[in-house]
């Protein structure tokens, strides 16, 4: 039987809040709507407003609200607007000022046209040589019918970009040095290992209602007291950067053998996958 493969951002996060063990770690998120959007923006300075059934990055926009408070001082261009137009959106390398939620608003659907788009709570990322980063965590069906978290890689965005899609100019790098401007070892060794219970939890639950799943990568965005936000369970990971960035091939190893295990590589031509879908090389 295939493996299963779900599109939906909000079926897969609707199952997840039903889990209080992971619930906790899933940022606010709606069914983006104009209400959505002025609710949200009341409580949080920045929101992500991404395609219910996108990838690669593709389609995703943020707004962020302009604090007056803490802008009296600063004479910068983008302080200045923010007097009259206090929310600023991006998408690609577009960036556009808003005088008014209805402002904001038509500009958003002019993007969204008639989709179902999600809105949610942003995390603002931790940064790396002034580039934001994310996690991905990958978490596989073992042999023996277990799950486990067998590799996590950091994606660093392209600069002034909104998204650390590898598929939209992002590169990767590994948890240590990415995180070592932002944590001691010891502590950067506790988050991994809570992480790697953090993807097992997320496949459990997820696994309750889609029984055929057999992989999972969860996009992880750290804050800055380095807590860390499911941002989406992506069901087609990709494998290869896994095989490509680590010098310690067990990694790989371990994810080819189960990989094959369950069918999304064939034992010949490791890297070719098997899955009957066209992006087969998986989101990153
Ligand atoms: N709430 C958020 N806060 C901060 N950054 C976010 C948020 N949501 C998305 N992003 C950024 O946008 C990127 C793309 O968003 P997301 O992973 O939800 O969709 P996608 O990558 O297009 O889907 P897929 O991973 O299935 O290809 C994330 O990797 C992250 O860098
Ligand atoms: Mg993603």
């Keep these: 039987m295939a493996i299963q493969r779900i599109s939906s951002k909000w079926a897969k996060t609707k199952v997840l809040l039903r889990s ?12 983006y709507s104009q209400d959505a959007l002025s609710n949200l923006l009341v409580d949080h300075t920045l929101v992500y407003i991404k395609p219910d059934k996108g990838t690669y990055g593709n389609g995703v926009m943020c707004v962020d609200r302009f604090d007056q408070e803490a ?5 910068s261009r983008r302080s200045k607007l923010s007097q009259t137009s206090p929310y600023r959106l991006r998408y690609q390398t577009v960036t556009e000022y808003c005088r008014t939620i209805d402002e904001l608003h038509s500009r958003i659907t002019a993007q969204t046209k008639n989709n179902l788009y999600l809105i949610q709570q942003g995390i603002v990322l931790l940064q790396y040589h002034g580039r934001s980063f994310d996690l991905r965590i990958l978490t596989q069906k073992t042999p023996y019918g277990t799950w486990e978290t067998t590799g996590i890689i950091g994606r660093v ?14 590169t990767v790098g590994k948890l240590n040095e990415l995180l070592a401007e932002h944590a001691t070892p010891a502590e950067i060794a506790r988050l991994e ?92």
């Design 20 to 31: 209080q063990q992971v619930s906790a770690f899933i940022p606010l998120t709606l069914k």
């Design 71 to 75: 802008a009296v001082d600063s004479s």
């Design 157 to 170: 965005a392209a600069k002034n970009k909104i998204v650390t899609n590898y598929h939209n100019g992002g």
């Design 193 to 284: 290992r809570k992480l790697y219970d953090l993807g097992e939890w997320t496949a459990q639950q997820m696994q309750k209602e889609y029984p055929r799943l057999k992989e999972i990568g969860l996009d992880i965005a750290l804050d800055e007291n380095l807590y860390p936000w499911i941002l989406e369970v992506n069901t087609l990971p990709a494998i290869f950067p896994f095989k490509k960035f680590f010098k310690d091939k067990n990694v790989y190893q371990r994810i080819e053998k189960y990989a094959i295990a369950y069918g999304r590589l064939s034992p010949k031509k490791n890297i070719k996958a098997t899955g009957n879908t066209s992006k087969k090389s998986g989101s990153l």
